[in-house]
């Protein structure tokens, strides 16, 4: 199976602040790699596909960047709704896999 | 707009048996791969299974193998998830979710790809004793 590596595990950061969030594939995937975000109580929500599709109604804040291994989601201006975990999930192959998340908090 | 609410969770003990499903409205359910997800306490997100349109092609995680089965009714518009001979280690929040997935051009060739675009709220699963 192929391993996807996420970092950070968590962060802290202000509104305003601009995120980076990276993941690392265990082998090339392509561009076969989506971002998903995922808030307590509530169902994932798509961001990005292909690495770099923004999903419509996604705010344009939010850009994913990458390819064949090394992966990026960047928030520019972190808003108060963006507070939540990030995951990224390989669709290259079977089964799919996906990295360990990033919980982004308030700081 | 689409959604998608699952049921069927609950307690169990381990060994036992659940049905999950997943029902659909708002689009055309016949025309989507569809997937099952799970999140255990405390823990990521995983991939369980997910089935072709047509219910021909069917994959999953090597963990759950030949004890859940992943099914679908298109008349219905509904998804199940089997899940027999139960683990504790099966205990999680179980999502379906729509796969709005189509192809893309990467180095002269073209490709599948997923975008799970609809999620259902989640349905609990507990194995314990």
């Known amino acids: 199976a192929i391993q996807m590596t996420q970092s950070p595990s968590s962060l802290s950061a202000s509104v305003g602040d601009r995120v980076t969030i990276t993941c690392r594939a265990s082998q090339g995937i392509r561009n076969d790699l989506g971002w998903y975000q995922l808030k307590p109580g509530k169902a994932p929500n798509l961001l990005i596909y292909t690495a770099s599709s923004l999903q419509s109604g996604v705010p344009s804040r939010f850009s994913g960047s990458g390819s064949g291994t090394d992966f990026t989601l960047t928030i520019s201006s972190l808003q108060p709704e963006d507070f939540a975990t990030y995951y990224c999930l390989q669709d290259y192959n079977y089964p799919r896999t996906f990295g360990q998340g990033t919980k982004v908090e308030i700081k | 707009e689409g959604q998608l609410v699952e049921s069927g969770g609950g307690l169990v003990q381990p060994g036992g048996s659940l049905r999950l499903s997943c029902a659909a409205s708002g689009f055309t359910f016949g025309s989507y791969w569809m997937m099952w997800f799970r999140q255990a306490p405390g823990k990521g997100l995983e991939w369980v299974a997910n089935?072709?349109?047509?219910?021909?092609?069917?994959h999953y995680v090597d963990s759950v193998m030949g004890r859940f089965t992943i099914s679908r009714d298109n008349a219905k518009n509904s998804l199940f998830l089997q899940m027999n001979s139960l683990r504790a280690e099966d205990t999680a929040v179980y999502y379906c979710?729509?796969?709005?997935?189509?192809?893309?051009?990467?180095?002269?060739?073209?490709?599948?790809?997923?975008?799970?675009?609809?999620w259902g709220q989640g349905t609990m699963v507990t194995v314990s004793s």
């Open positions: 979710a729509r796969d709005s997935g189509a192809t893309y051009s990467y180095d002269r060739r073209t490709y599948d790809y997923d975008a799970l675009d609809i």
């Open positions: 089935i072709k349109e047509d219910g021909s092609d069917k």
